[in-house]
């Protein structure tokens, strides 16, 4: 099993930066493939980016594109998401999650999730 704890949300005006971090514990970390997922009030949750066990490859949902960057580091047992350019479209509640074979945007698919951490952005 793998227990997942994100960090780093806050609040932020438009146009600014946020990096969040996911920490994790548990069966070794660069087993899994790991995703960031957000969800908005009201509204599904949804694949924002993706990257692979070794984090040779990532994947990022088109909003994000180009503004937001997905990394992991296996030493530390922690994933993070940089995100640049922020827009009030990206307040929700983003959240890690690991699956253990490869990475896709499926929320189904992932095995283990994190609590959660909250962020808004301000126009």
Known sequence: QAQ???????LVQA????RLSCAASGRTFSAYAMG???????KEREFVAAITR???????????KGRFT???????????LQMNN??????????????????NEYVSS??????????TVSS
């Not at 960031?36 to 009201?42: C, D, E, M, S, T």
């Not at 070794?54 to 994000?64: A, H, L, M, Q």
């Not at 997905?70 to 993070?80: G, P």
């Not at 992932?110 to 962020?119: M, N, P, R, S």
């Open 4 to 10: 997942l704890v994100e960090s780093g949300g806050g």
């Open 15 to 18: 146009g600014g930066s946020l």
């Open 36 to 42: 960031w997922f957000r969800q908005a009030p009201g």
């Open 54 to 64: 070794s984090g040779g490859s990532t994947y990022y949902t088109d909003s994000v």
């Open 70 to 80: 997905i990394s992991r580091s296996n030493a530390k047992n922690t994933m993070y």
């Open 86 to 103: 922020l827009k009030p479209e990206d307040t929700a509640i983003y959240y890690c999650a690991a699956k253990s074979a490869t990475y």
């Open 110 to 119: 992932y095995d283990y999730w994190g609590q959660g951490t909250q962020v």
